[in-house]
């Protein structure tokens, strides 16, 4: 079986994040990397994380054939997941088509998913 990889915050799960983890899962085993709560609260501001990273590792093990999930908190240790990992597939929205990849030389594939129109964490909280 494929070993296939994805990663993010996965902070408010959505429908976007269901449809990206259901074609992550069609392809092999998955495993899914998540970012530490300071990291988000780095990237996205001091509101954030909405879940702490126990409550979304334990949101993400609800969805079946979920059965790992690794948390990083730096470029550095999301490259060490992969480069142990050594994924087949690196599943990643296709915003990232043409920027720069972390831990992408790694993976034997990358796949792009398309990102669905009007699904964001962050635009779901800023509409409360």
């Avoid at 979304?56 to 790992?68: H, S, T, Y």
């Amino acid at each position: 079986m494929k070993k296939i990889w994805i990663n993010g915050c996965f902070d408010v799960l959505h429908y976007g994040h269901f449809k990206l983890i259901d074609y992550a899962k069609s392809l092999g085993d998955l495993v899914i990397g998540i970012d530490s709560d300071e990291r988000i609260k780095q990237m996205k501001g001091d509101g954030r994380p909405f879940h702490t990273e126990g409550q979304r590792i334990f949101n993400l093990m609800q969805i079946q054939d979920v059965n790992k999930i690794v948390v990083f908190d730096s470029d550095d240790s999301l490259r060490t997941h992969l480069k142990t990992y050594q994924p087949d597939i690196f599943v990643i929205g296709d915003d990232y088509m043409y920027k720069p990849i972390i831990g992408g030389e790694h993976a034997k594939e990358i796949k792009f998913f398309g990102k669905l129109d009007g699904f964001s964490t962050t635009k779901l909280l800023d509409d409360e």
